[in-house]
């Protein structure tokens, strides 16, 4: 059984930093491809991040140079740095597991359950 789970969110002031992390269990970790997604209530899970086993890397606009995607197979984990947080990047966040390089939600199979992070003026 595939589990995700993400760990790192929290409150921070506007131009401060998070490091999100994912642990998956139970998934072949080093293929295939793994993703970041966010949500605010009465929105749509937006796609923020994206990186597969060729280290290949796929950003929203509205993150891009700012948060930086890594992985590191040994420890079977999906990091997402978080630099200059903006009040916008309010959100639940969650990563998931698929086989495409896209961020969109569709074409992810397995969602940890999110993790918290709070920006504040």
């Known amino acids: 059984q595939v589990q995700l789970m993400e760990s790192g969110g929290g409150s921070v002031q506007t131009g401060g930093s998070l490091r999100l992390s994912c642990t998956a269990s139970g998934y072949i970790y080093d293929s295939g491809c793994m993703g970041w997604f966010r949500q605010v209530p009465g929105k749509e899970r937006e796609g923020v991040a994206a990186i597969c086993t060729s280290d290949s890397t796929l950003y929203a606009s509205s993150v891009k140079g700012r948060f930086t995607v890594s992985r590191d197979n040994a420890k079977n984990t999906l990091y997402l740095q978080m630099n200059s947080l903006k009040p916008e990047d309010t959100a639940m966040y969650y990563c998931?597991?698929?086989?495409?390089?896209?961020?969109?939600?569709?074409?992810?199979?397995?969602w940890g359950q999110g993790t918290q992070v709070t920006v504040s003026t």
């Open positions: 998931a597991a698929g086989n495409v390089l896209l961020l969109a939600a569709a074409y992810y199979r397995h």
